[in-house]
């Protein structure tokens, strides 16, 4: 036939500097000549530390030819990645729950706990009013910025709850706080500037950073000052440069909660730097457990005009499948974040933001709905504390919200697992467990600090509970390596 190609496309590949394997995507290229392209995804061949290797410097980059032969011509094709994505890591998270769940689907009994994702179902009001969305045909656009309708119920909700003042155009709704994080960041950030994160930190914050052509900045905390961050610490890494900084309270993945003093100290160092804004990430504010209370950054003298404060509906109102967040601040910013959203996303889902509606007019903090999830996780928060101090040598900070515990395992490294190997790290550790005890956790390395796991108890106790029995029994064999 007159045009068409005759034999197979040949696809080959030109290695710069790296090589051409691509671990991170497990595609395999034969420098050769190759018939297709392969993505492997090996179960049991699984490695944590692969997902590193995306991270390679601008100057070396790896590209890909295909070679289209027909009689008539010659094509050439450029599938190399531009060096912004090249620089970001996956997240870990995603990728060990991913992991984990197709384990499953493989009749391997894992127990999940490395996602942050509550296990009830959303509350039947908000859910009914998704359903109800839909019966009357509410599902086209709304406003790129969110409906008026729920933009003034989060104004009502953050001056009720927060106490700060917002007009419903200085609140973005967008498709998850995730979204809004992004957003914020690439808004206010310009290439050279620096993005302050304590660590241990949220995974995707400092890829965020990078995304937004910044530097992040991390800045580490201790177990035994239940990973707060210190405001000399801060003080003595702030410069010209120095142009957001992240503060997650709750946190994830401590559960630490910073209290108001603390905040009122950092505030005062923040008013010193013209340049320097707060990003207060409050997703977790409603999971939180007394005598532990929760501050708004935005709500302190002098903060309003210099925070970006965001928040959203997955993690206290069971949403997490809803994706829906929002950010408030200073219009000025708040606009800028709006437009990337508009050449983007635009606005979130129709039926979302009437769930939204509802799940703000639960009553105080998400009224009883809310508090019978908190008392669960409390439950199991404390079901764990007892539990993991029964072991010599690992170390816990109390959470006092969210529903992670960040524990300092580094007494075993450096012990050989019959069968494994050693353990010498986060991820070894992580791996041992998956392989031995089939639990998913996700090692410290992914949030900064390598010398600890975390443990999601967003789970049933009964869960959490065969979790702890399986840890132990896989731990049983690994005496403490380290002195304690």
């Given at each position: 036939m007159a045009g068409s190609l005759q034999g197979s496309p040949r696809i080959s590949s030109k290695p710069v500097g790296l090589g051409f394997r691509d671990q991170s995507l497990g595609a395999y290229l034969d420098s050769a000549s190759l018939r297709s392209i392969s993505f492997c995804s090996q179960l049991h061949n699984f490695s944590f530390k692969s997902l590193n290797n995306t991270r390679q410097l601008q100057s070396y980059r790896t590209t890909a030819v295909v070679r289209a032969e027909s009689r008539f011509d010659k094509m050439e094709i450029d599938i190399s990645l531009s060096p912004r994505v090249n620089s970001v890591k996956p997240s870990k998270t995603v990728a060990i729950t991913d992991q984990a769940t197709a384990l499953l689907?493989?009749?391997?009994?894992?127990?999940?706990?490395?996602?942050?994702?509550?296990?009830?179902?959303?509350?039947?009001?908000?859910?009914?009013?998704?359903?109800?969305?839909?019966?009357?045909?509410?599902?086209?656009?709304?406003?790129?910025?969110?409906?008026?309708?729920?933009?003034?119920?989060?104004?009502?909700?953050?001056?009720?709850?927060?106490?700060?003042?917002?007009?419903?155009?200085?609140?973005?709704?967008?498709?998850?706080?995730?979204?809004?994080?992004?957003?914020?960041?690439?808004?206010?950030?310009?290439?050279?500037?620096?993005?302050?994160?304590?660590?241990?930190?949220?995974?995707?914050?400092?890829?965020?950073?990078?995304?937004?052509?910044?530097?992040?900045?991390?800045?580490?905390?201790?177990?035994?000052?239940?990973?707060?961050?210190?405001?000399?610490?801060?003080?003595?890494?702030?410069?010209?440069?120095?142009?957001?900084?992240?503060?997650?309270?709750?946190?994830?993945?401590?559960?630490?909660?910073?209290?108001?003093?603390?905040?009122?100290?950092?505030?005062?160092?923040?008013?010193?730097?013209?340049?320097?804004?707060?990003?207060?990430?409050?997703?977790?504010?409603?999971?939180?457990?007394?005598?532990?209370?929760?501050?708004?950054?935005?709500?302190?003298?002098?903060?309003?005009?210099?925070?970006?404060?965001?928040?959203?509906?997955?993690?206290?109102?069971?949403?997490?499948?809803?994706?829906?967040?929002?950010?408030?601040?200073?219009?000025?910013?708040?606009?800028?974040?709006?437009?990337?959203?508009?050449?983007?996303?635009?606005?979130?889902?129709?039926?979302?933001?009437?769930?939204?509606?509802?799940?703000?007019?639960?009553?105080?903090?998400?009224?009883?709905?809310?508090?019978?999830?908190?008392?669960?996780?409390?439950?199991?928060?404390?079901?764990?504390?007892?539990?993991?101090?029964?072991?010599e040598g690992v170390k816990i900070s109390e959470p006092q919200g969210a529903f992670y515990l960040f524990l300092d395992f580094s007494c075993y490294y450096g012990a050989e697992a019959n069968g494994f190997g050693l353990i010498k790290d986060s991820e070894s550790l992580c791996r041992y467990l998956l392989d031995q005890a089939q639990v998913a956790l996700v090692p410290g390395d992914a949030f900064g600090d390598d010398s600890c796991i975390r443990i999601s108890y967003a789970a049933s106790l009964s869960t959490v509970q065969a979790a702890v029995e399986r840890i132990k029994n896989a731990l049983i064999s690994l005496k403490p390596a380290v002195p304690v």
């Open positions: 689907q493989a009749g391997v009994p894992v127990i999940r706990l490395a996602a942050g994702e509550p296990d009830f179902d959303t509350p039947a009001v908000v859910a009914e009013a998704g359903i109800n969305a839909i019966r009357e045909g509410y599902t086209r656009y709304t406003p790129n910025a969110g409906t008026l309708e729920l933009r003034s119920a989060i104004c009502h909700k953050l001056k009720e709850e927060n106490g700060i003042s917002y007009t419903p155009d200085q609140i973005l709704v967008s498709n998850g706080a995730k979204q809004s994080i992004l957003q914020a960041a690439l808004a206010v950030c310009s290439p050279g500037d620096e993005v302050i994160i304590p660590a241990p930190f949220w995974v995707s914050y400092p890829e965020m950073a990078r995304l937004a052509d910044a530097t992040p900045v991390i800045l580490s905390t201790h177990i035994s000052e239940n990973f707060l961050l210190d405001p000399k610490l801060l003080e003595s890494k702030l410069s010209e440069k120095s142009r957001l900084l992240i503060l997650c309270s709750p946190s994830n993945p401590t559960g630490s909660v910073y209290p108001r003093k603390l905040l009122e100290e950092i505030a005062q160092i923040v008013a010193r730097h013209p340049r320097l804004l707060v990003l207060s990430d409050e997703i977790y504010e409603h999971i939180i457990y007394a005598p532990a209370t929760h501050t708004s950054f935005a709500s302190l003298p002098g903060m309003w005009e210099r925070t970006l404060t965001v928040n959203g509906f997955s993690k206290a109102f069971a949403m997490t499948g809803w994706r829906l967040g929002y950010l408030a601040g200073p219009k000025h910013f708040v606009a800028a974040c709006g437009k990337i959203q508009s050449q983007s996303t635009s606005g979130a889902s129709s039926i979302s933001q009437k769930a939204g509606v509802a799940a703000l007019g639960l009553g105080y903090a998400g009224g009883e709905a809310v508090s019978t999830m908190v008392k669960a996780f409390r439950e199991r928060r404390d079901y764990l504390v007892k539990s993991f101090r029964e072991l």
